[in-house]
């Protein structure tokens, strides 16, 4: 009695290797709906390898630091520099040793759909994490680069354990703890992935709950950047108490009002 091909479907799904010889066994079935089938488990594999590799990247730093008897490692990341209203916000993530957690990256290559999803994994495995927020008053006081960087420092502080080391996104912060600063780190490292992924999904629900006390700018949708939307917004009804001042086209606005 012939197998079904669904049934063939749900055999396949044991392979875990392309070298499975379950593959070699159906690979006779001359049934195109077989072969579609083992087509596309050898893709899931494929795609499992590919991820588990890419995962196994972005361990490089943190498996360096194993490698010297350091652990506790916090990943630090920031969202929300370029945007004309709303605070900037950063993370710091300290996960356990050699953490993997499918689908996470650099924020801005995870789909908008699983930020959430992402993000719930990263809160659910991470030993501690930490959120700095500061606001646009502070950000046009001492400029957008220093903000950041108290922002970092606050993240810091909000964590329950103390890092050994920091990895940190493009910065170099005045702390009493060993740093290594890394350019473009959201996609060499796994703990700042971590942070920016959190910063974001914090950042984004902000923004969302600002839209509701500010209508007309679209804050959901854009998160503060300068918008097609924004833009219009701001030419229909001004800036807000969010809005950043030393930020053009604000900044012009100020100066007229």
Same mark, same amino acid.
């Given at each position: ?38 087509? *596309? ?66 924020? *801005? ?61 493009? $910065? ?34 902000? $923004? ?44 012009? $606005?100020?100066?007229?009002?």
């Amino acid at each position: 009695k012939m197998t079904t091909i669904k049934a063939v479907g749900e055999l396949l799904q044991a392979a875990q290797t392309l070298s499975d010889p379950l593959f070699d066994e159906w690979s006779q079935d001359t049934r195109q709906g077989v072969q579609k089938l083992i087509a *596309k488990r050898q893709r899931e594999i494929q795609a499992a390898l590919d991820e588990a590799a890419r995962l196994e990247t972005l361990l490089a730093y943190e498996r360096e630091l194993y490698a010297q008897n350091i652990s506790l490692i916090a990943g630090i990341d920031e969202v929300g520099r370029g945007p004309l209203a709303g605070p900037v916000v950063t993370a710091a993530v300290i996960l356990p040793e050699n953490c993997q957690i499918p689908g996470l990256n650099d924020s *801005k290559q995870i789909p908008k759909a699983q930020h959430q999803a992402v993000y719930d994994r990263v809160m659910a495995e991470a030993l501690a994490v930490g959120i700095g927020i500061i606001d646009n008053h502070v950000i046009d006081q001492v400029n957008i680069y220093e903000a950041t960087k108290l922002a970092m420092l606050q993240a810091i502080e909000h964590l329950e354990l103390k890092p050994e080391h920091l990895l940190i996104d493009a $910065m170099s912060l005045e702390i009493d703890i060993p740093q290594t600063s890394l350019i473009k780190g959201d996609a060499k490292s796994i703990s700042i992935a971590a942070a920016s992924i959190v910063a974001k999904v914090t950042r984004d629900q902000m $923004m969302t709950e600002y839209d509701q006390t500010y209508p007309g700018y679209d804050f959901t949708h854009n998160a503060g950047y300068g918008t097609k939307k924004h833009l219009e917004g701001l030419a229909k009804q001004g800036f807000t108490d969010i809005h950043r001042q030393s930020f053009e086209p604000i900044k012009s $606005m100020v100066g007229r009002g």
